[in-house]
């Protein structure tokens, strides 16, 4: 890869934007799969349902430009995706509220492949307490605090009740965690520069609800 690229900042890439790279990458993994050494911003937007124009400027974040008739070097564009996004960084992160939720996303090993492994979990529950769940042991809360100091995290997955949401968070923030991954629906309260990033699946279901019946009318 040519050492001279410069990525433009992450803070200057739009949202959508970024959200949608992780899909092109997806595609662009099936595609390197099936032998394809080159391909063009019309044949990723026809396959995404997404407009050349704007795939051209969504792949431009990367710094890697297509060439005319020829298109995008489906490898150089994999690597440039995946570094841009972290996705080949292993980034530690902990979980809160080792629960239905918290179980399920410990169990789902598929997160280490977009860069992301969760060292532990922590719960207040004296059942939970000492049992693993993927392979992640589940450690008492208190412990969060003596254990942060050493192992310097950054990220913080919460899926505790929506009650406690907002004290946990402080606490994660309180043991250095800069990023959390929010799958409550509490609407967080934290410094400026902390990054959260809230999954609400209430808000997807209602819009997938909103849709469905508008499409019935
Ligand atoms: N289960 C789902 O499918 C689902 C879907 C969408 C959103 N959510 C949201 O995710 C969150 C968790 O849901 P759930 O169904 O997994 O709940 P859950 O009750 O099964 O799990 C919550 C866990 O948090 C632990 N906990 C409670 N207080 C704590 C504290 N102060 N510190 C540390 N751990 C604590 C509990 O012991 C429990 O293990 C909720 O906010 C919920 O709204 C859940």
Known sequence: MNESRKYKTKKQVSEP???????YLYFLEQQKEEGVLNISA???????SCDPTQVVKDLSV?????????GYNTYELIHALEEFLG???INEAFLVGAGNLGSALMAYQEHQELGLKIIAAFDTDEVKIG???????????????????RLNVKIGILT?????????????VNCGVRAIWNFTSANLD???DVIVQ?????????VLLRRLNDSDK
């Open 87 to 89: 996705f080949n960084r």
């Open 131 to 149: 049992k693993s769940v993927g392979g992640i042991h589940i450690l008492d809360y208190n412990k969060l605090f003596t254990l942060s100091g």
């Open 62 to 70: 990367t710094g890697i430009k297509g060439k005319p008739r020829v």
């Open 160 to 172: 505790t009740p929506n009650n406690v949401a907002q004290d946990v968070a402080e606490d994660m």
């Open 190 to 192: 934290l410094p400026e």
């Open 42 to 48: 019309p044949t990723i937007g026809k396959k995404l």
């Open 198 to 206: 809230t999954t609400s699946m209430s808000s997807y279901a209602a």
């Open 17 to 23: 934007t970024l959200k949608r790279l992780p899909g």
